[in-house]
């Protein structure tokens, strides 16, 4: 065999190689992708899921006004110290806890709408500010509230002021506490109503605040001293 004869051999061999190796490579089924790995959704949820409770709609009172008019009420059992609180005309008034405690709601007491409540505080140690601390803290742990609805608007100070669902509707709640000789609480003023009520609620609020004070209790009839004798007039003769 001929060198020339050697080298056709060896190149069709080589030739057969390349070729034989492309046809395997052309025959490859396998999918190579570059896109990064994507999560399969679950059929169902993995962890518990509560749904958000459904807000109702709020009632169609118009919204509550600022300066609307009020009178003078008496809280408490007529022959013990009680309250003297400014409320809003025609508003119908709830007693609790033996007249320590009283409620004004708006005519017929609609669902989804407004209140004030005035609470007498007994006699401790609690300031102002500590009352509101306690509050908020108690707020937050209120399971009647829907889960995730509070929101804490303001704490500062004298007043609370707090939005939540309660009972299905949304609502704003101002709450200021009071103090007669500048160091405990002595009363507590919580006004409750929709947000297009904030700015008359607020103002509802501050103006009993100003306007509550205490009454000494009234003496019954048989209790009252008998009046003095009037001095004669008749010279003496």
Not at 61 to 70: F, Q, V
């Amino acid at each position: 065999m001929g060198l020339r004869t050697l080298g056709l051999l060896l190149a069709l061999a080589l030739v057969g190689g390349v070729g034989g190796w492309a046809w395997a490579e052309g025959r490859d089924t396998s999918v190579t992708t570059q896109d990064a790995p994507t999560p399969v959704g679950a059929a169902d949820p993995s962890l518990p899921y509560t749904a958000p409770e459904k807000v109702k709609e709020d009632s169609d009172l118009p919204p509550l006004g600022e300066g609307i008019a009020t009178h003078e009420e008496k809280m408490g059992p007529k022959t013990s110290e009680g309250l003297i609180v400014p409320v809003p005309d025609g508003w119908d008034r709830v007693d609790y806890e033996t007249g320590i405690q009283s409620r004004w709601t708006a005519p017929g007491n609609p669902p989804g709408s407004y209140f004030v409540r005035v609470h007498s505080l007994p006699e401790d140690d609690r300031s102002l500010i500590q009352q509101v601390a306690e509050r908020e803290a108690a707020l937050r742990f209120d399971d009647r509230l829907a889960d995730g609805s509070l929101e804490i608007l303001d704490s500062s100070g004298d007043t609370l002021t707090a939005t939540y669902v309660l009972g299905g509707y949304r609502q704003l709640q101002v709450i200021r506490w009071v103090s007669f000789r500048g160091g405990s609480a002595d009363v507590e003023i919580a006004a409750v109503g929709r947000l297009v009520d904030e700015r008359g609620l607020e103002e509802l609020v501050a103006r009993i605040a100003s306007g509550v004070r205490r009454q000494a209790p009234a003496i019954p009839p048989d209790e009252r001293p008998e009046p003095s004798e009037a001095p004669s007039t008749t010279p003496a003769g």
